[in-house]
C-alpha cells in the first residue's frame, strides 16, 4: 500500500503563488504516476497535472503555463508549483499515486481558496 499526506495549501490573493506538497510511503518502489487533481464544490473531481515515474508530465489545459509538477525521488515527494492563481483555481487539491498493476491511493486533500 501507499499512503499520502499533502501540505501547502491556503488562502491566497489572485495572481499569487502557492506550492503544494505531497509526501509519499508505504511500497514507495511501485508507484508508477503521482499526480494532483482537485475538487470545487458541486463538481467532480478532476486532473489537474500528473508525473510518470520516468518524469513524464501532463496537464490540464487551464493551468498549463501557470503550474508545474515536480518529483524528489530523495525526499519521496511530489510538488504543485502554482502561479498567477485565479478565482477558478478554489478546491480542495488531492494526491494521487497510482501503484502496482492498477491500484490507487488518495491524500485527505488540502484546501486552496483564491479569493481577494
Known amino acids: 500500500q501507499v499512503q499520502l499526506v499533502e501540505s501547502g495549501g491556503g488562502l491566497v490573493q489572485p495572481g499569487g503563488s502557492l506550492r503544494l506538497s505531497c509526501v509519499a510511503s508505504g511500497s514507495i518502489f511501485s508507484i508508477n504516476v503521482m499526480g494532483w487533481y482537485r475538487q470545487a464544490p458541486g463538481k467532480e473531481r478532476e486532473m489537474v497535472a500528473t508525473?510518470?515515474?520516468?518524469?513524464?508530465?501532463n496537464y490540464r489545459d487551464s493551468v498549463k503555463g501557470r503550474f508545474t509538477i515536480s518529483r524528489d525521488n530523495a525526499k519521496n515527494t511530489v510538488y504543485l508549483q502554482m502561479n498567477s492563481l485565479k478565482p477558478e483555481d478554489t478546491a480542495v487539491y488531492y494526491c494521487n499515486a497510482i501503484f502496482g498493476l492498477s491500484s490507487s491511493s488518495w491524500g485527505q486533500g488540502t484546501q486552496v481558496t483564491v479569493s481577494s
Open positions: 508525473i510518470s515515474k520516468y518524469g513524464t508530465t
